[in-house]
């Protein structure tokens, strides 16, 4: 039974679901696992659900750009109603949501998971050379595939990789760029000849200080010209400059600027407007959730999940995976369907590909502290392995297609709260 378009049941939901992306069709489905008699509806415009995690791979040359895409329709649980609108405000208090086609929608409960922005305006003269003159992003999917051609047809000059301020998408993913680029170009002999600088906004490599080790030694093995606290504020495509803001010891800043001949870039990520402009959202624009039960800390009968809310995790689809079960849990809860709430505890997973055929696997919770899905005989995450790799390039995407979309929960099943947290 495919995925309804249409409601017979009017504007109003038992379920609200805002968002179709990872977090929305996966708590959709664990819902409906749950309890099939349940009636959801899931709001999103897109007509395409892309698997992002695996753009990293497109822009090295191993997976093709159209096997990370699938028609919306044929990912969106069978019995949820597909609402194909966009969402402009919320009105929490009447317990409505606003459409852009001014419909109005009621709901009993509010799931929330519109993912982020990427802000490409935020750097000047990026949108008008994205897609040529050298300047690419693994962070979109028709650029992913000019990111691989870029370093097949690179044989020497300046190569040149940004990560801007946190919050983003995968913080691992601006050095997985780099580091499979520079592969490459080992393999083929040019690395020599090609000079690849990495551009970080912040002031380490990686957040979790466990797998840095790891990682230096790639980024010495390359020969990488790395450089903290430098923030891409400016890019000329035609004259192949990029300039960048770098903060200085006593806060002060100065500006300088850096030729290339292939510019991988990954953008500021903002919370999507209609969220920043909510009663939904905190000081900073992000949804206000407790981080355990991910329950709105005003709103009782909203939840949020995904990279939209305000909790301390990875961004990444490894999180919205153990997040959606939780809120699946905590939903029927509030319905008086369940009688235990379940915790999130902040796992986020990040496959760090530092070669064509091995990754640092990154696996943690809140506060950084390691959280290793394997034992370490077979698998230490700290150190690159193959089976890392076959883990990422064979495994996950199958994985999420068929299980986390389908609400089939392997490695993801929710914990209970302890027993204050339900009092």
């Known amino acids: 039974m495919p995925a309804q378009t249409t409601s017979p049941k009017g504007d109003h939901h038992k379920v609200l679901i805002v968002g179709a992306g990872a977090a929305g069709v996966a708590v959709a489905s664990s819902l409906m696992c749950r309890d099939p008699s349940l009636d959801i509806a899931l709001v999103d415009p897109s007509d395409t659900h892309y698997y992002q995690p695996g753009w990293t791979m497109v822009g090295a040359g191993v997976f093709n750009a159209p096997s990370t895409a699938r028609s919306m329709e044929s990912t969106i649980p069978s019995g949820v109603h597909w609402i194909k609108a966009r969402v402009e405000r919320f009105d929490p208090l009447a317990q409505t949501v606003i459409l852009n086609d001014g419909r109005l929608l009621s709901y009993e409960q509010l799931v929330v998971c519109p993912g982020l922005k990427l802000d490409w305006d935020a750097i000047d003269g990026l949108v008008q050379t994205l897609g040529r003159n050298g300047v690419t992003s693994n962070y979109r999917y028709d650029l992913a595939p000019y990111t691989w051609q870029l370093v097949q047809n690179l044989r020497k000059g300046r190569a040149i990789f940004s990560q801007p301020p946190m919050p983003i998408k995968c913080a691992g993913a601006p050095q997985k760029a780099l580091y499979l680029s520079c592969d490459h170009w080992l393999r083929k002999g040019c690395l020599g000849d090609v000079q690849a600088k990495f551009f970080n906004a912040g002031a380490v490599l990686f957040g979790v200080a466990d797998y840095v080790p790891a990682l230096m030694e790639y980024i010495d093995k390359y020969g990488v010209d790395l450089q903290y606290s430098h923030r891409l504020v400016a890019v000329d495509g035609p004259a192949r400059q990029a300039t960048f803001e770098r903060t200085l010891p006593d806060g002060s800043s100065e500006t300088l600027t850096q030729p290339f001949d292939m510019l991988h870039v990954v953008p500021p990520q903002v919370p999507v407007d209609f969220i920043r402009n909510s009663p939904l959202a ?142």
């Open 282 to 423: 905190d000081t900073a624009g992000w949804i206000d959730v407790d981080p355990a039960t991910l329950c709105h800390r005003k709103f009782s009968n909203i939840h949020a999940l995904g990279d939209g809310i305000n909790t301390t995790n990875a961004k990444t689809a490894a999180a919205a995976r153990k997040q959606a079960p939780v809120v699946a849990n905590n939903v029927l809860v509030a319905l008086g369907r369940l009688s235990r709430l379940a915790h999130y505890d902040g796992y986020g997973s990040c496959p760090l590909t530092v070669e064509r055929g091995k990754i640092v696997l990154a696996e943690f919770t809140y506060g950084g502290k390691l959280s290793p899905s394997f034992p370490r005989w077979l698998l230490d995450g700290r150190r690159p392995t193959r089976l890392a790799w076959l883990l990422k390039a064979q495994i996950l995407p199958p994985l999420y297609w068929r299980c986390m979309l389908k609400g089939r929960e392997w490695l993801a099943k929710p914990h209970a709260a302890p027993l204050e947290a339900r009092q």
